[in-house]
């Protein structure tokens, strides 16, 4: 079955450290691959896609995700993290249909 | 500005009642999307839409029913065949094509009187 796993339920870290979210998935031939963003009692915002190409995707907000195929595996970073990144993240993986299939979610919390 | 518009934002449904959620794109896209969000499980696709006139099942489709009679418009209804229908509704929109990304509506929450 296609999947997509975010192992971790929160990730916590510190205001101007480095932010990691991880995301891997399992899915047949080679799939285009978003993250997502969703502020509370709002709807998802897309932050970036890797669709072919360069393996690290620059994004929204100084996101930018790295996209590796052996490990099947699209992890998003930031190199310094703000309060205001505070949020619930999204993977979400495209087959070759119009379907994406989205990952449980993370929520990242960020300390002052 | 162009965007996806849901409404009402809440939404409060009696035992046996049918309720409508509306979802209006002013984007020109062609497809549309209705899903699920429930705590700890992320998004799940209830029906989605591609051209107008047309639409397929997701993976929850039970106890739900859409129609697609404008390109502008996707409205979702409820029906009392859903057992267990409180959680939030997000509309989403896109071009055709699964490497476009999806724009989202703000979202309904819909919950039992």
């Known amino acids: 079955a296609q999947s997509v796993a975010q192992p971790e339920d929160q990730v916590n870290v510190a205001e101007g450290n480095p932010l990691t979210v991880k995301c891997t998935y399992s899915?047949?031939?080679?799939?285009?691959l978003f993250w997502y963003v969703q502020y509370p009692n709002r709807g998802l915002q897309f932050l970036l896609k890797?669709?072919?190409?360069?393996?690290l995707v620059k994004g929204s907000y100084g996101f930018e995700a790295e996209f590796n195929k052996s490990q099947t595996s699209f992890h998003l970073k930031k190199p310094s993290a703000l309060v205001s990144d505070s949020a619930l993240y999204f993977c979400?993986?495209?087959?070759?249909?119009?379907?994406?299939?989205f990952g449980t979610g993370t929520r990242l919390q960020v300390f002052p | 500005d162009g965007g996806i518009t849901q409404s009402p934002k809440y939404l409060f449904r009696k035992e046996g009642q049918n309720v409508t959620l509306s979802c209006e794109q002013n984007?020109?896209?062609?497809?549309m999307y209705w899903y699920r969000q429930d705590p700890g499980q992320g998004l799940r696709l209830i029906y989605y839409?591609?051209?107008?006139?047309?639409?397929q099942k997701g993976d929850i489709a039970e106890g739900y029913s859409v129609s697609r009679e404008k390109k502008e418009s996707f409205p979702l209804t409820v029906t009392s065949a859903q057992k267990n229908p409180t959680a939030f509704y997000l509309c989403?929109?896109?071009?055709?094509?699964?490497?476009?990304?999806?724009?989202f509506g703000d979202g309904t929450r819909l919950s039992i009187l």
């Open positions: 989403a929109s896109s071009i055709v094509g699964s490497n476009q990304p999806q724009h």
């Open positions: 899915v047949s031939g080679n799939p285009y």
């Open positions: 890797y669709i072919t190409g360069d393996n």
């Open positions: 979400a993986v495209s087959p070759t249909t119009d379907k994406l299939i």
């Open positions: 984007l020109n896209h062609d497809a």
């Open positions: 839409s591609q051209i107008v006139n047309d639409f």
